[in-house]
């Protein structure tokens, strides 16, 4: 597994190596050893998502403000931009943002650690999202950062209408959010 530091060093970009004929395809989707070698840490996912969501859709910036959930996100089919912002006020790359392309084609993963924002918009016609995460999911200690706050300025790339819940809809400015220390 190839591993890339991102402009914020802790978000790593990882990329497979694919065996491949006419047969198919095979790659190791996670390896534990690697994969804390890449993150220089231990890290243990407790619970595994699996979302499925139309051309356009946009989620995010999503983070439990308490038990703070690092994720390995993945596309299985389709396509999407995949942000991660960081909101730890003590960090030198708070309020900064990276993103990247991940598809079923190019089977690229991105880690996002705990202290980070989380979203993507589908790119493709349809896309499935699947995630690890490193801590449960805890409705109550929800946030979100509207996807359009003018303090990050995230780059989306938009081709249509972004289509988002009514909770993103309602998301707070990254200056009035609920943030980590």
């Not at 030198?92 to 650690?113: C, D, I």
């Not at 989380?118 to 699947?130: R, T, Y």
């Not at 990050?152 to 220390?181: H, M, Q």
């Amino acid at each position: 597994m190839k591993s890339t530091r991102l402009a914020i060093p802790e978000v790593l970009l990882l990329e497979p190596r694919v065996f491949g004929d006419e047969r198919g395809f095979f790659f190791e989707s996670f390896n534990q050893r690697e994969f804390e070698s890449a993150a220089g840490k231990q890290i243990n996912f407790v619970q595994s998502n699996h979302s499925r969501s139309m051309q356009y859709v946009l989620r995010g910036l999503h983070y439990q403000i308490k038990q703070a959930q690092g994720k390995l996100v993945r596309v299985v089919s389709g396509e999407v931009f995949d942000v991660a912002v960081d909101i730890r006020r003590s960090s030198a790359t708070f309020g900064q943002w990276v993103g990247e392309t991940l598809s079923a084609e190019n089977k690229r993963q991105l880690w996002v650690p705990p202290g980070f924002a989380h979203g993507f918009i589908v790119l493709s016609e349809d896309a499935e999202f699947l995630y690890n995460t490193t801590d449960y999911w805890a409705p109550e200690h929800e946030r979100c950062i509207v996807w359009n706050d003018p303090t990050l300025a995230i780059n989306w790339p938009l081709t249509g209408k972004p289509i988002f819940s009514e909770k993103d809809a309602r998301g707070a400015t990254f200056e009035t959010a609920e943030v980590y220390d």
